[in-house]
């Protein structure tokens, strides 16, 4: 009788635990399924960013203010992979830049480097997070330093591609063209997207 019992219980206990098992692999598996789902829907705003373009004096899109909501709102790992995943689909030709541009042709142009430089963001972003956390003075100074990031691989991207094409430029002059005039929209783009991040990461995760 004891032998019968103690096999029950046996039996019972590893039905248990299979039961366990399969529904954290559900669970992990629902997870994955989000976070591909967010990467996708992610990566398409960043494109979508990137169409927009703002009249003013020297007209600028939303990509940064994407690049930085992204990874804001999804955190490090997954805002880094949603960003390389935009910039690979670029890669291979889809319209996903400014001005519905694509391929690589147009990531060696002129503003190429500011590709790299959203890389640079955001895994500076990631880094910021992982080891100073994510408040949000954190992810604020996160974007300002990853702001400076994409300009200086953006700048020196310049100057190399038009000193190649064109002739030699001095620094002042790439900074004049490809950095002062953005700074202030550049700085509103990080306070809007500083503002989005507070009010929606809780429907995120």
Known sequence: MNETSGAAERRGSEKIMTLNT????????????K??????????????????TIPSVVPFTMQTFAVFLTVGLLGGRR???????????????LPVFSGF?????????????????FIA???LMWAMERFLGGSQPVL??????????????GTAWFVI????????????????????PYIIPDA???ALSAFLCRRLKRFVY
């Open 140 to 153: 604020i100074s996160s974007m300002v330093l990853g702001l400076l990031a994409c300009y200086a691989f």
């Open 35 to 52: 976070d591909y789902a967010l990467i996708g829907q992610f990566a398409a705003l960043i494109a979508l960013c990137s169409w927009i």
């Open 79 to 93: 805002g880094s992979l949603t960003v390389v995943i935009y910039l690979l689909l670029g890669a291979i030709g």
């Open 188 to 190: 509103l783009k990080i």
């Open 161 to 180: 591609v038009y000193t190649k094409n064109t002739g030699a430029i001095g620094l002042g002059t790439a900074l004049g063209w490809c950095v002062f």
């Open 121 to 123: 963001s955001a895994l």
């Open 22 to 33: 399969t529904g954290e692999n559900t669970l992990n598996n629902r997870l994955k399924a």
């Open 101 to 117: 541009s694509g391929g690589i042709g147009y990531m060696m142009g002129p503003t190429g480097g500011y590709m790299i430089g």
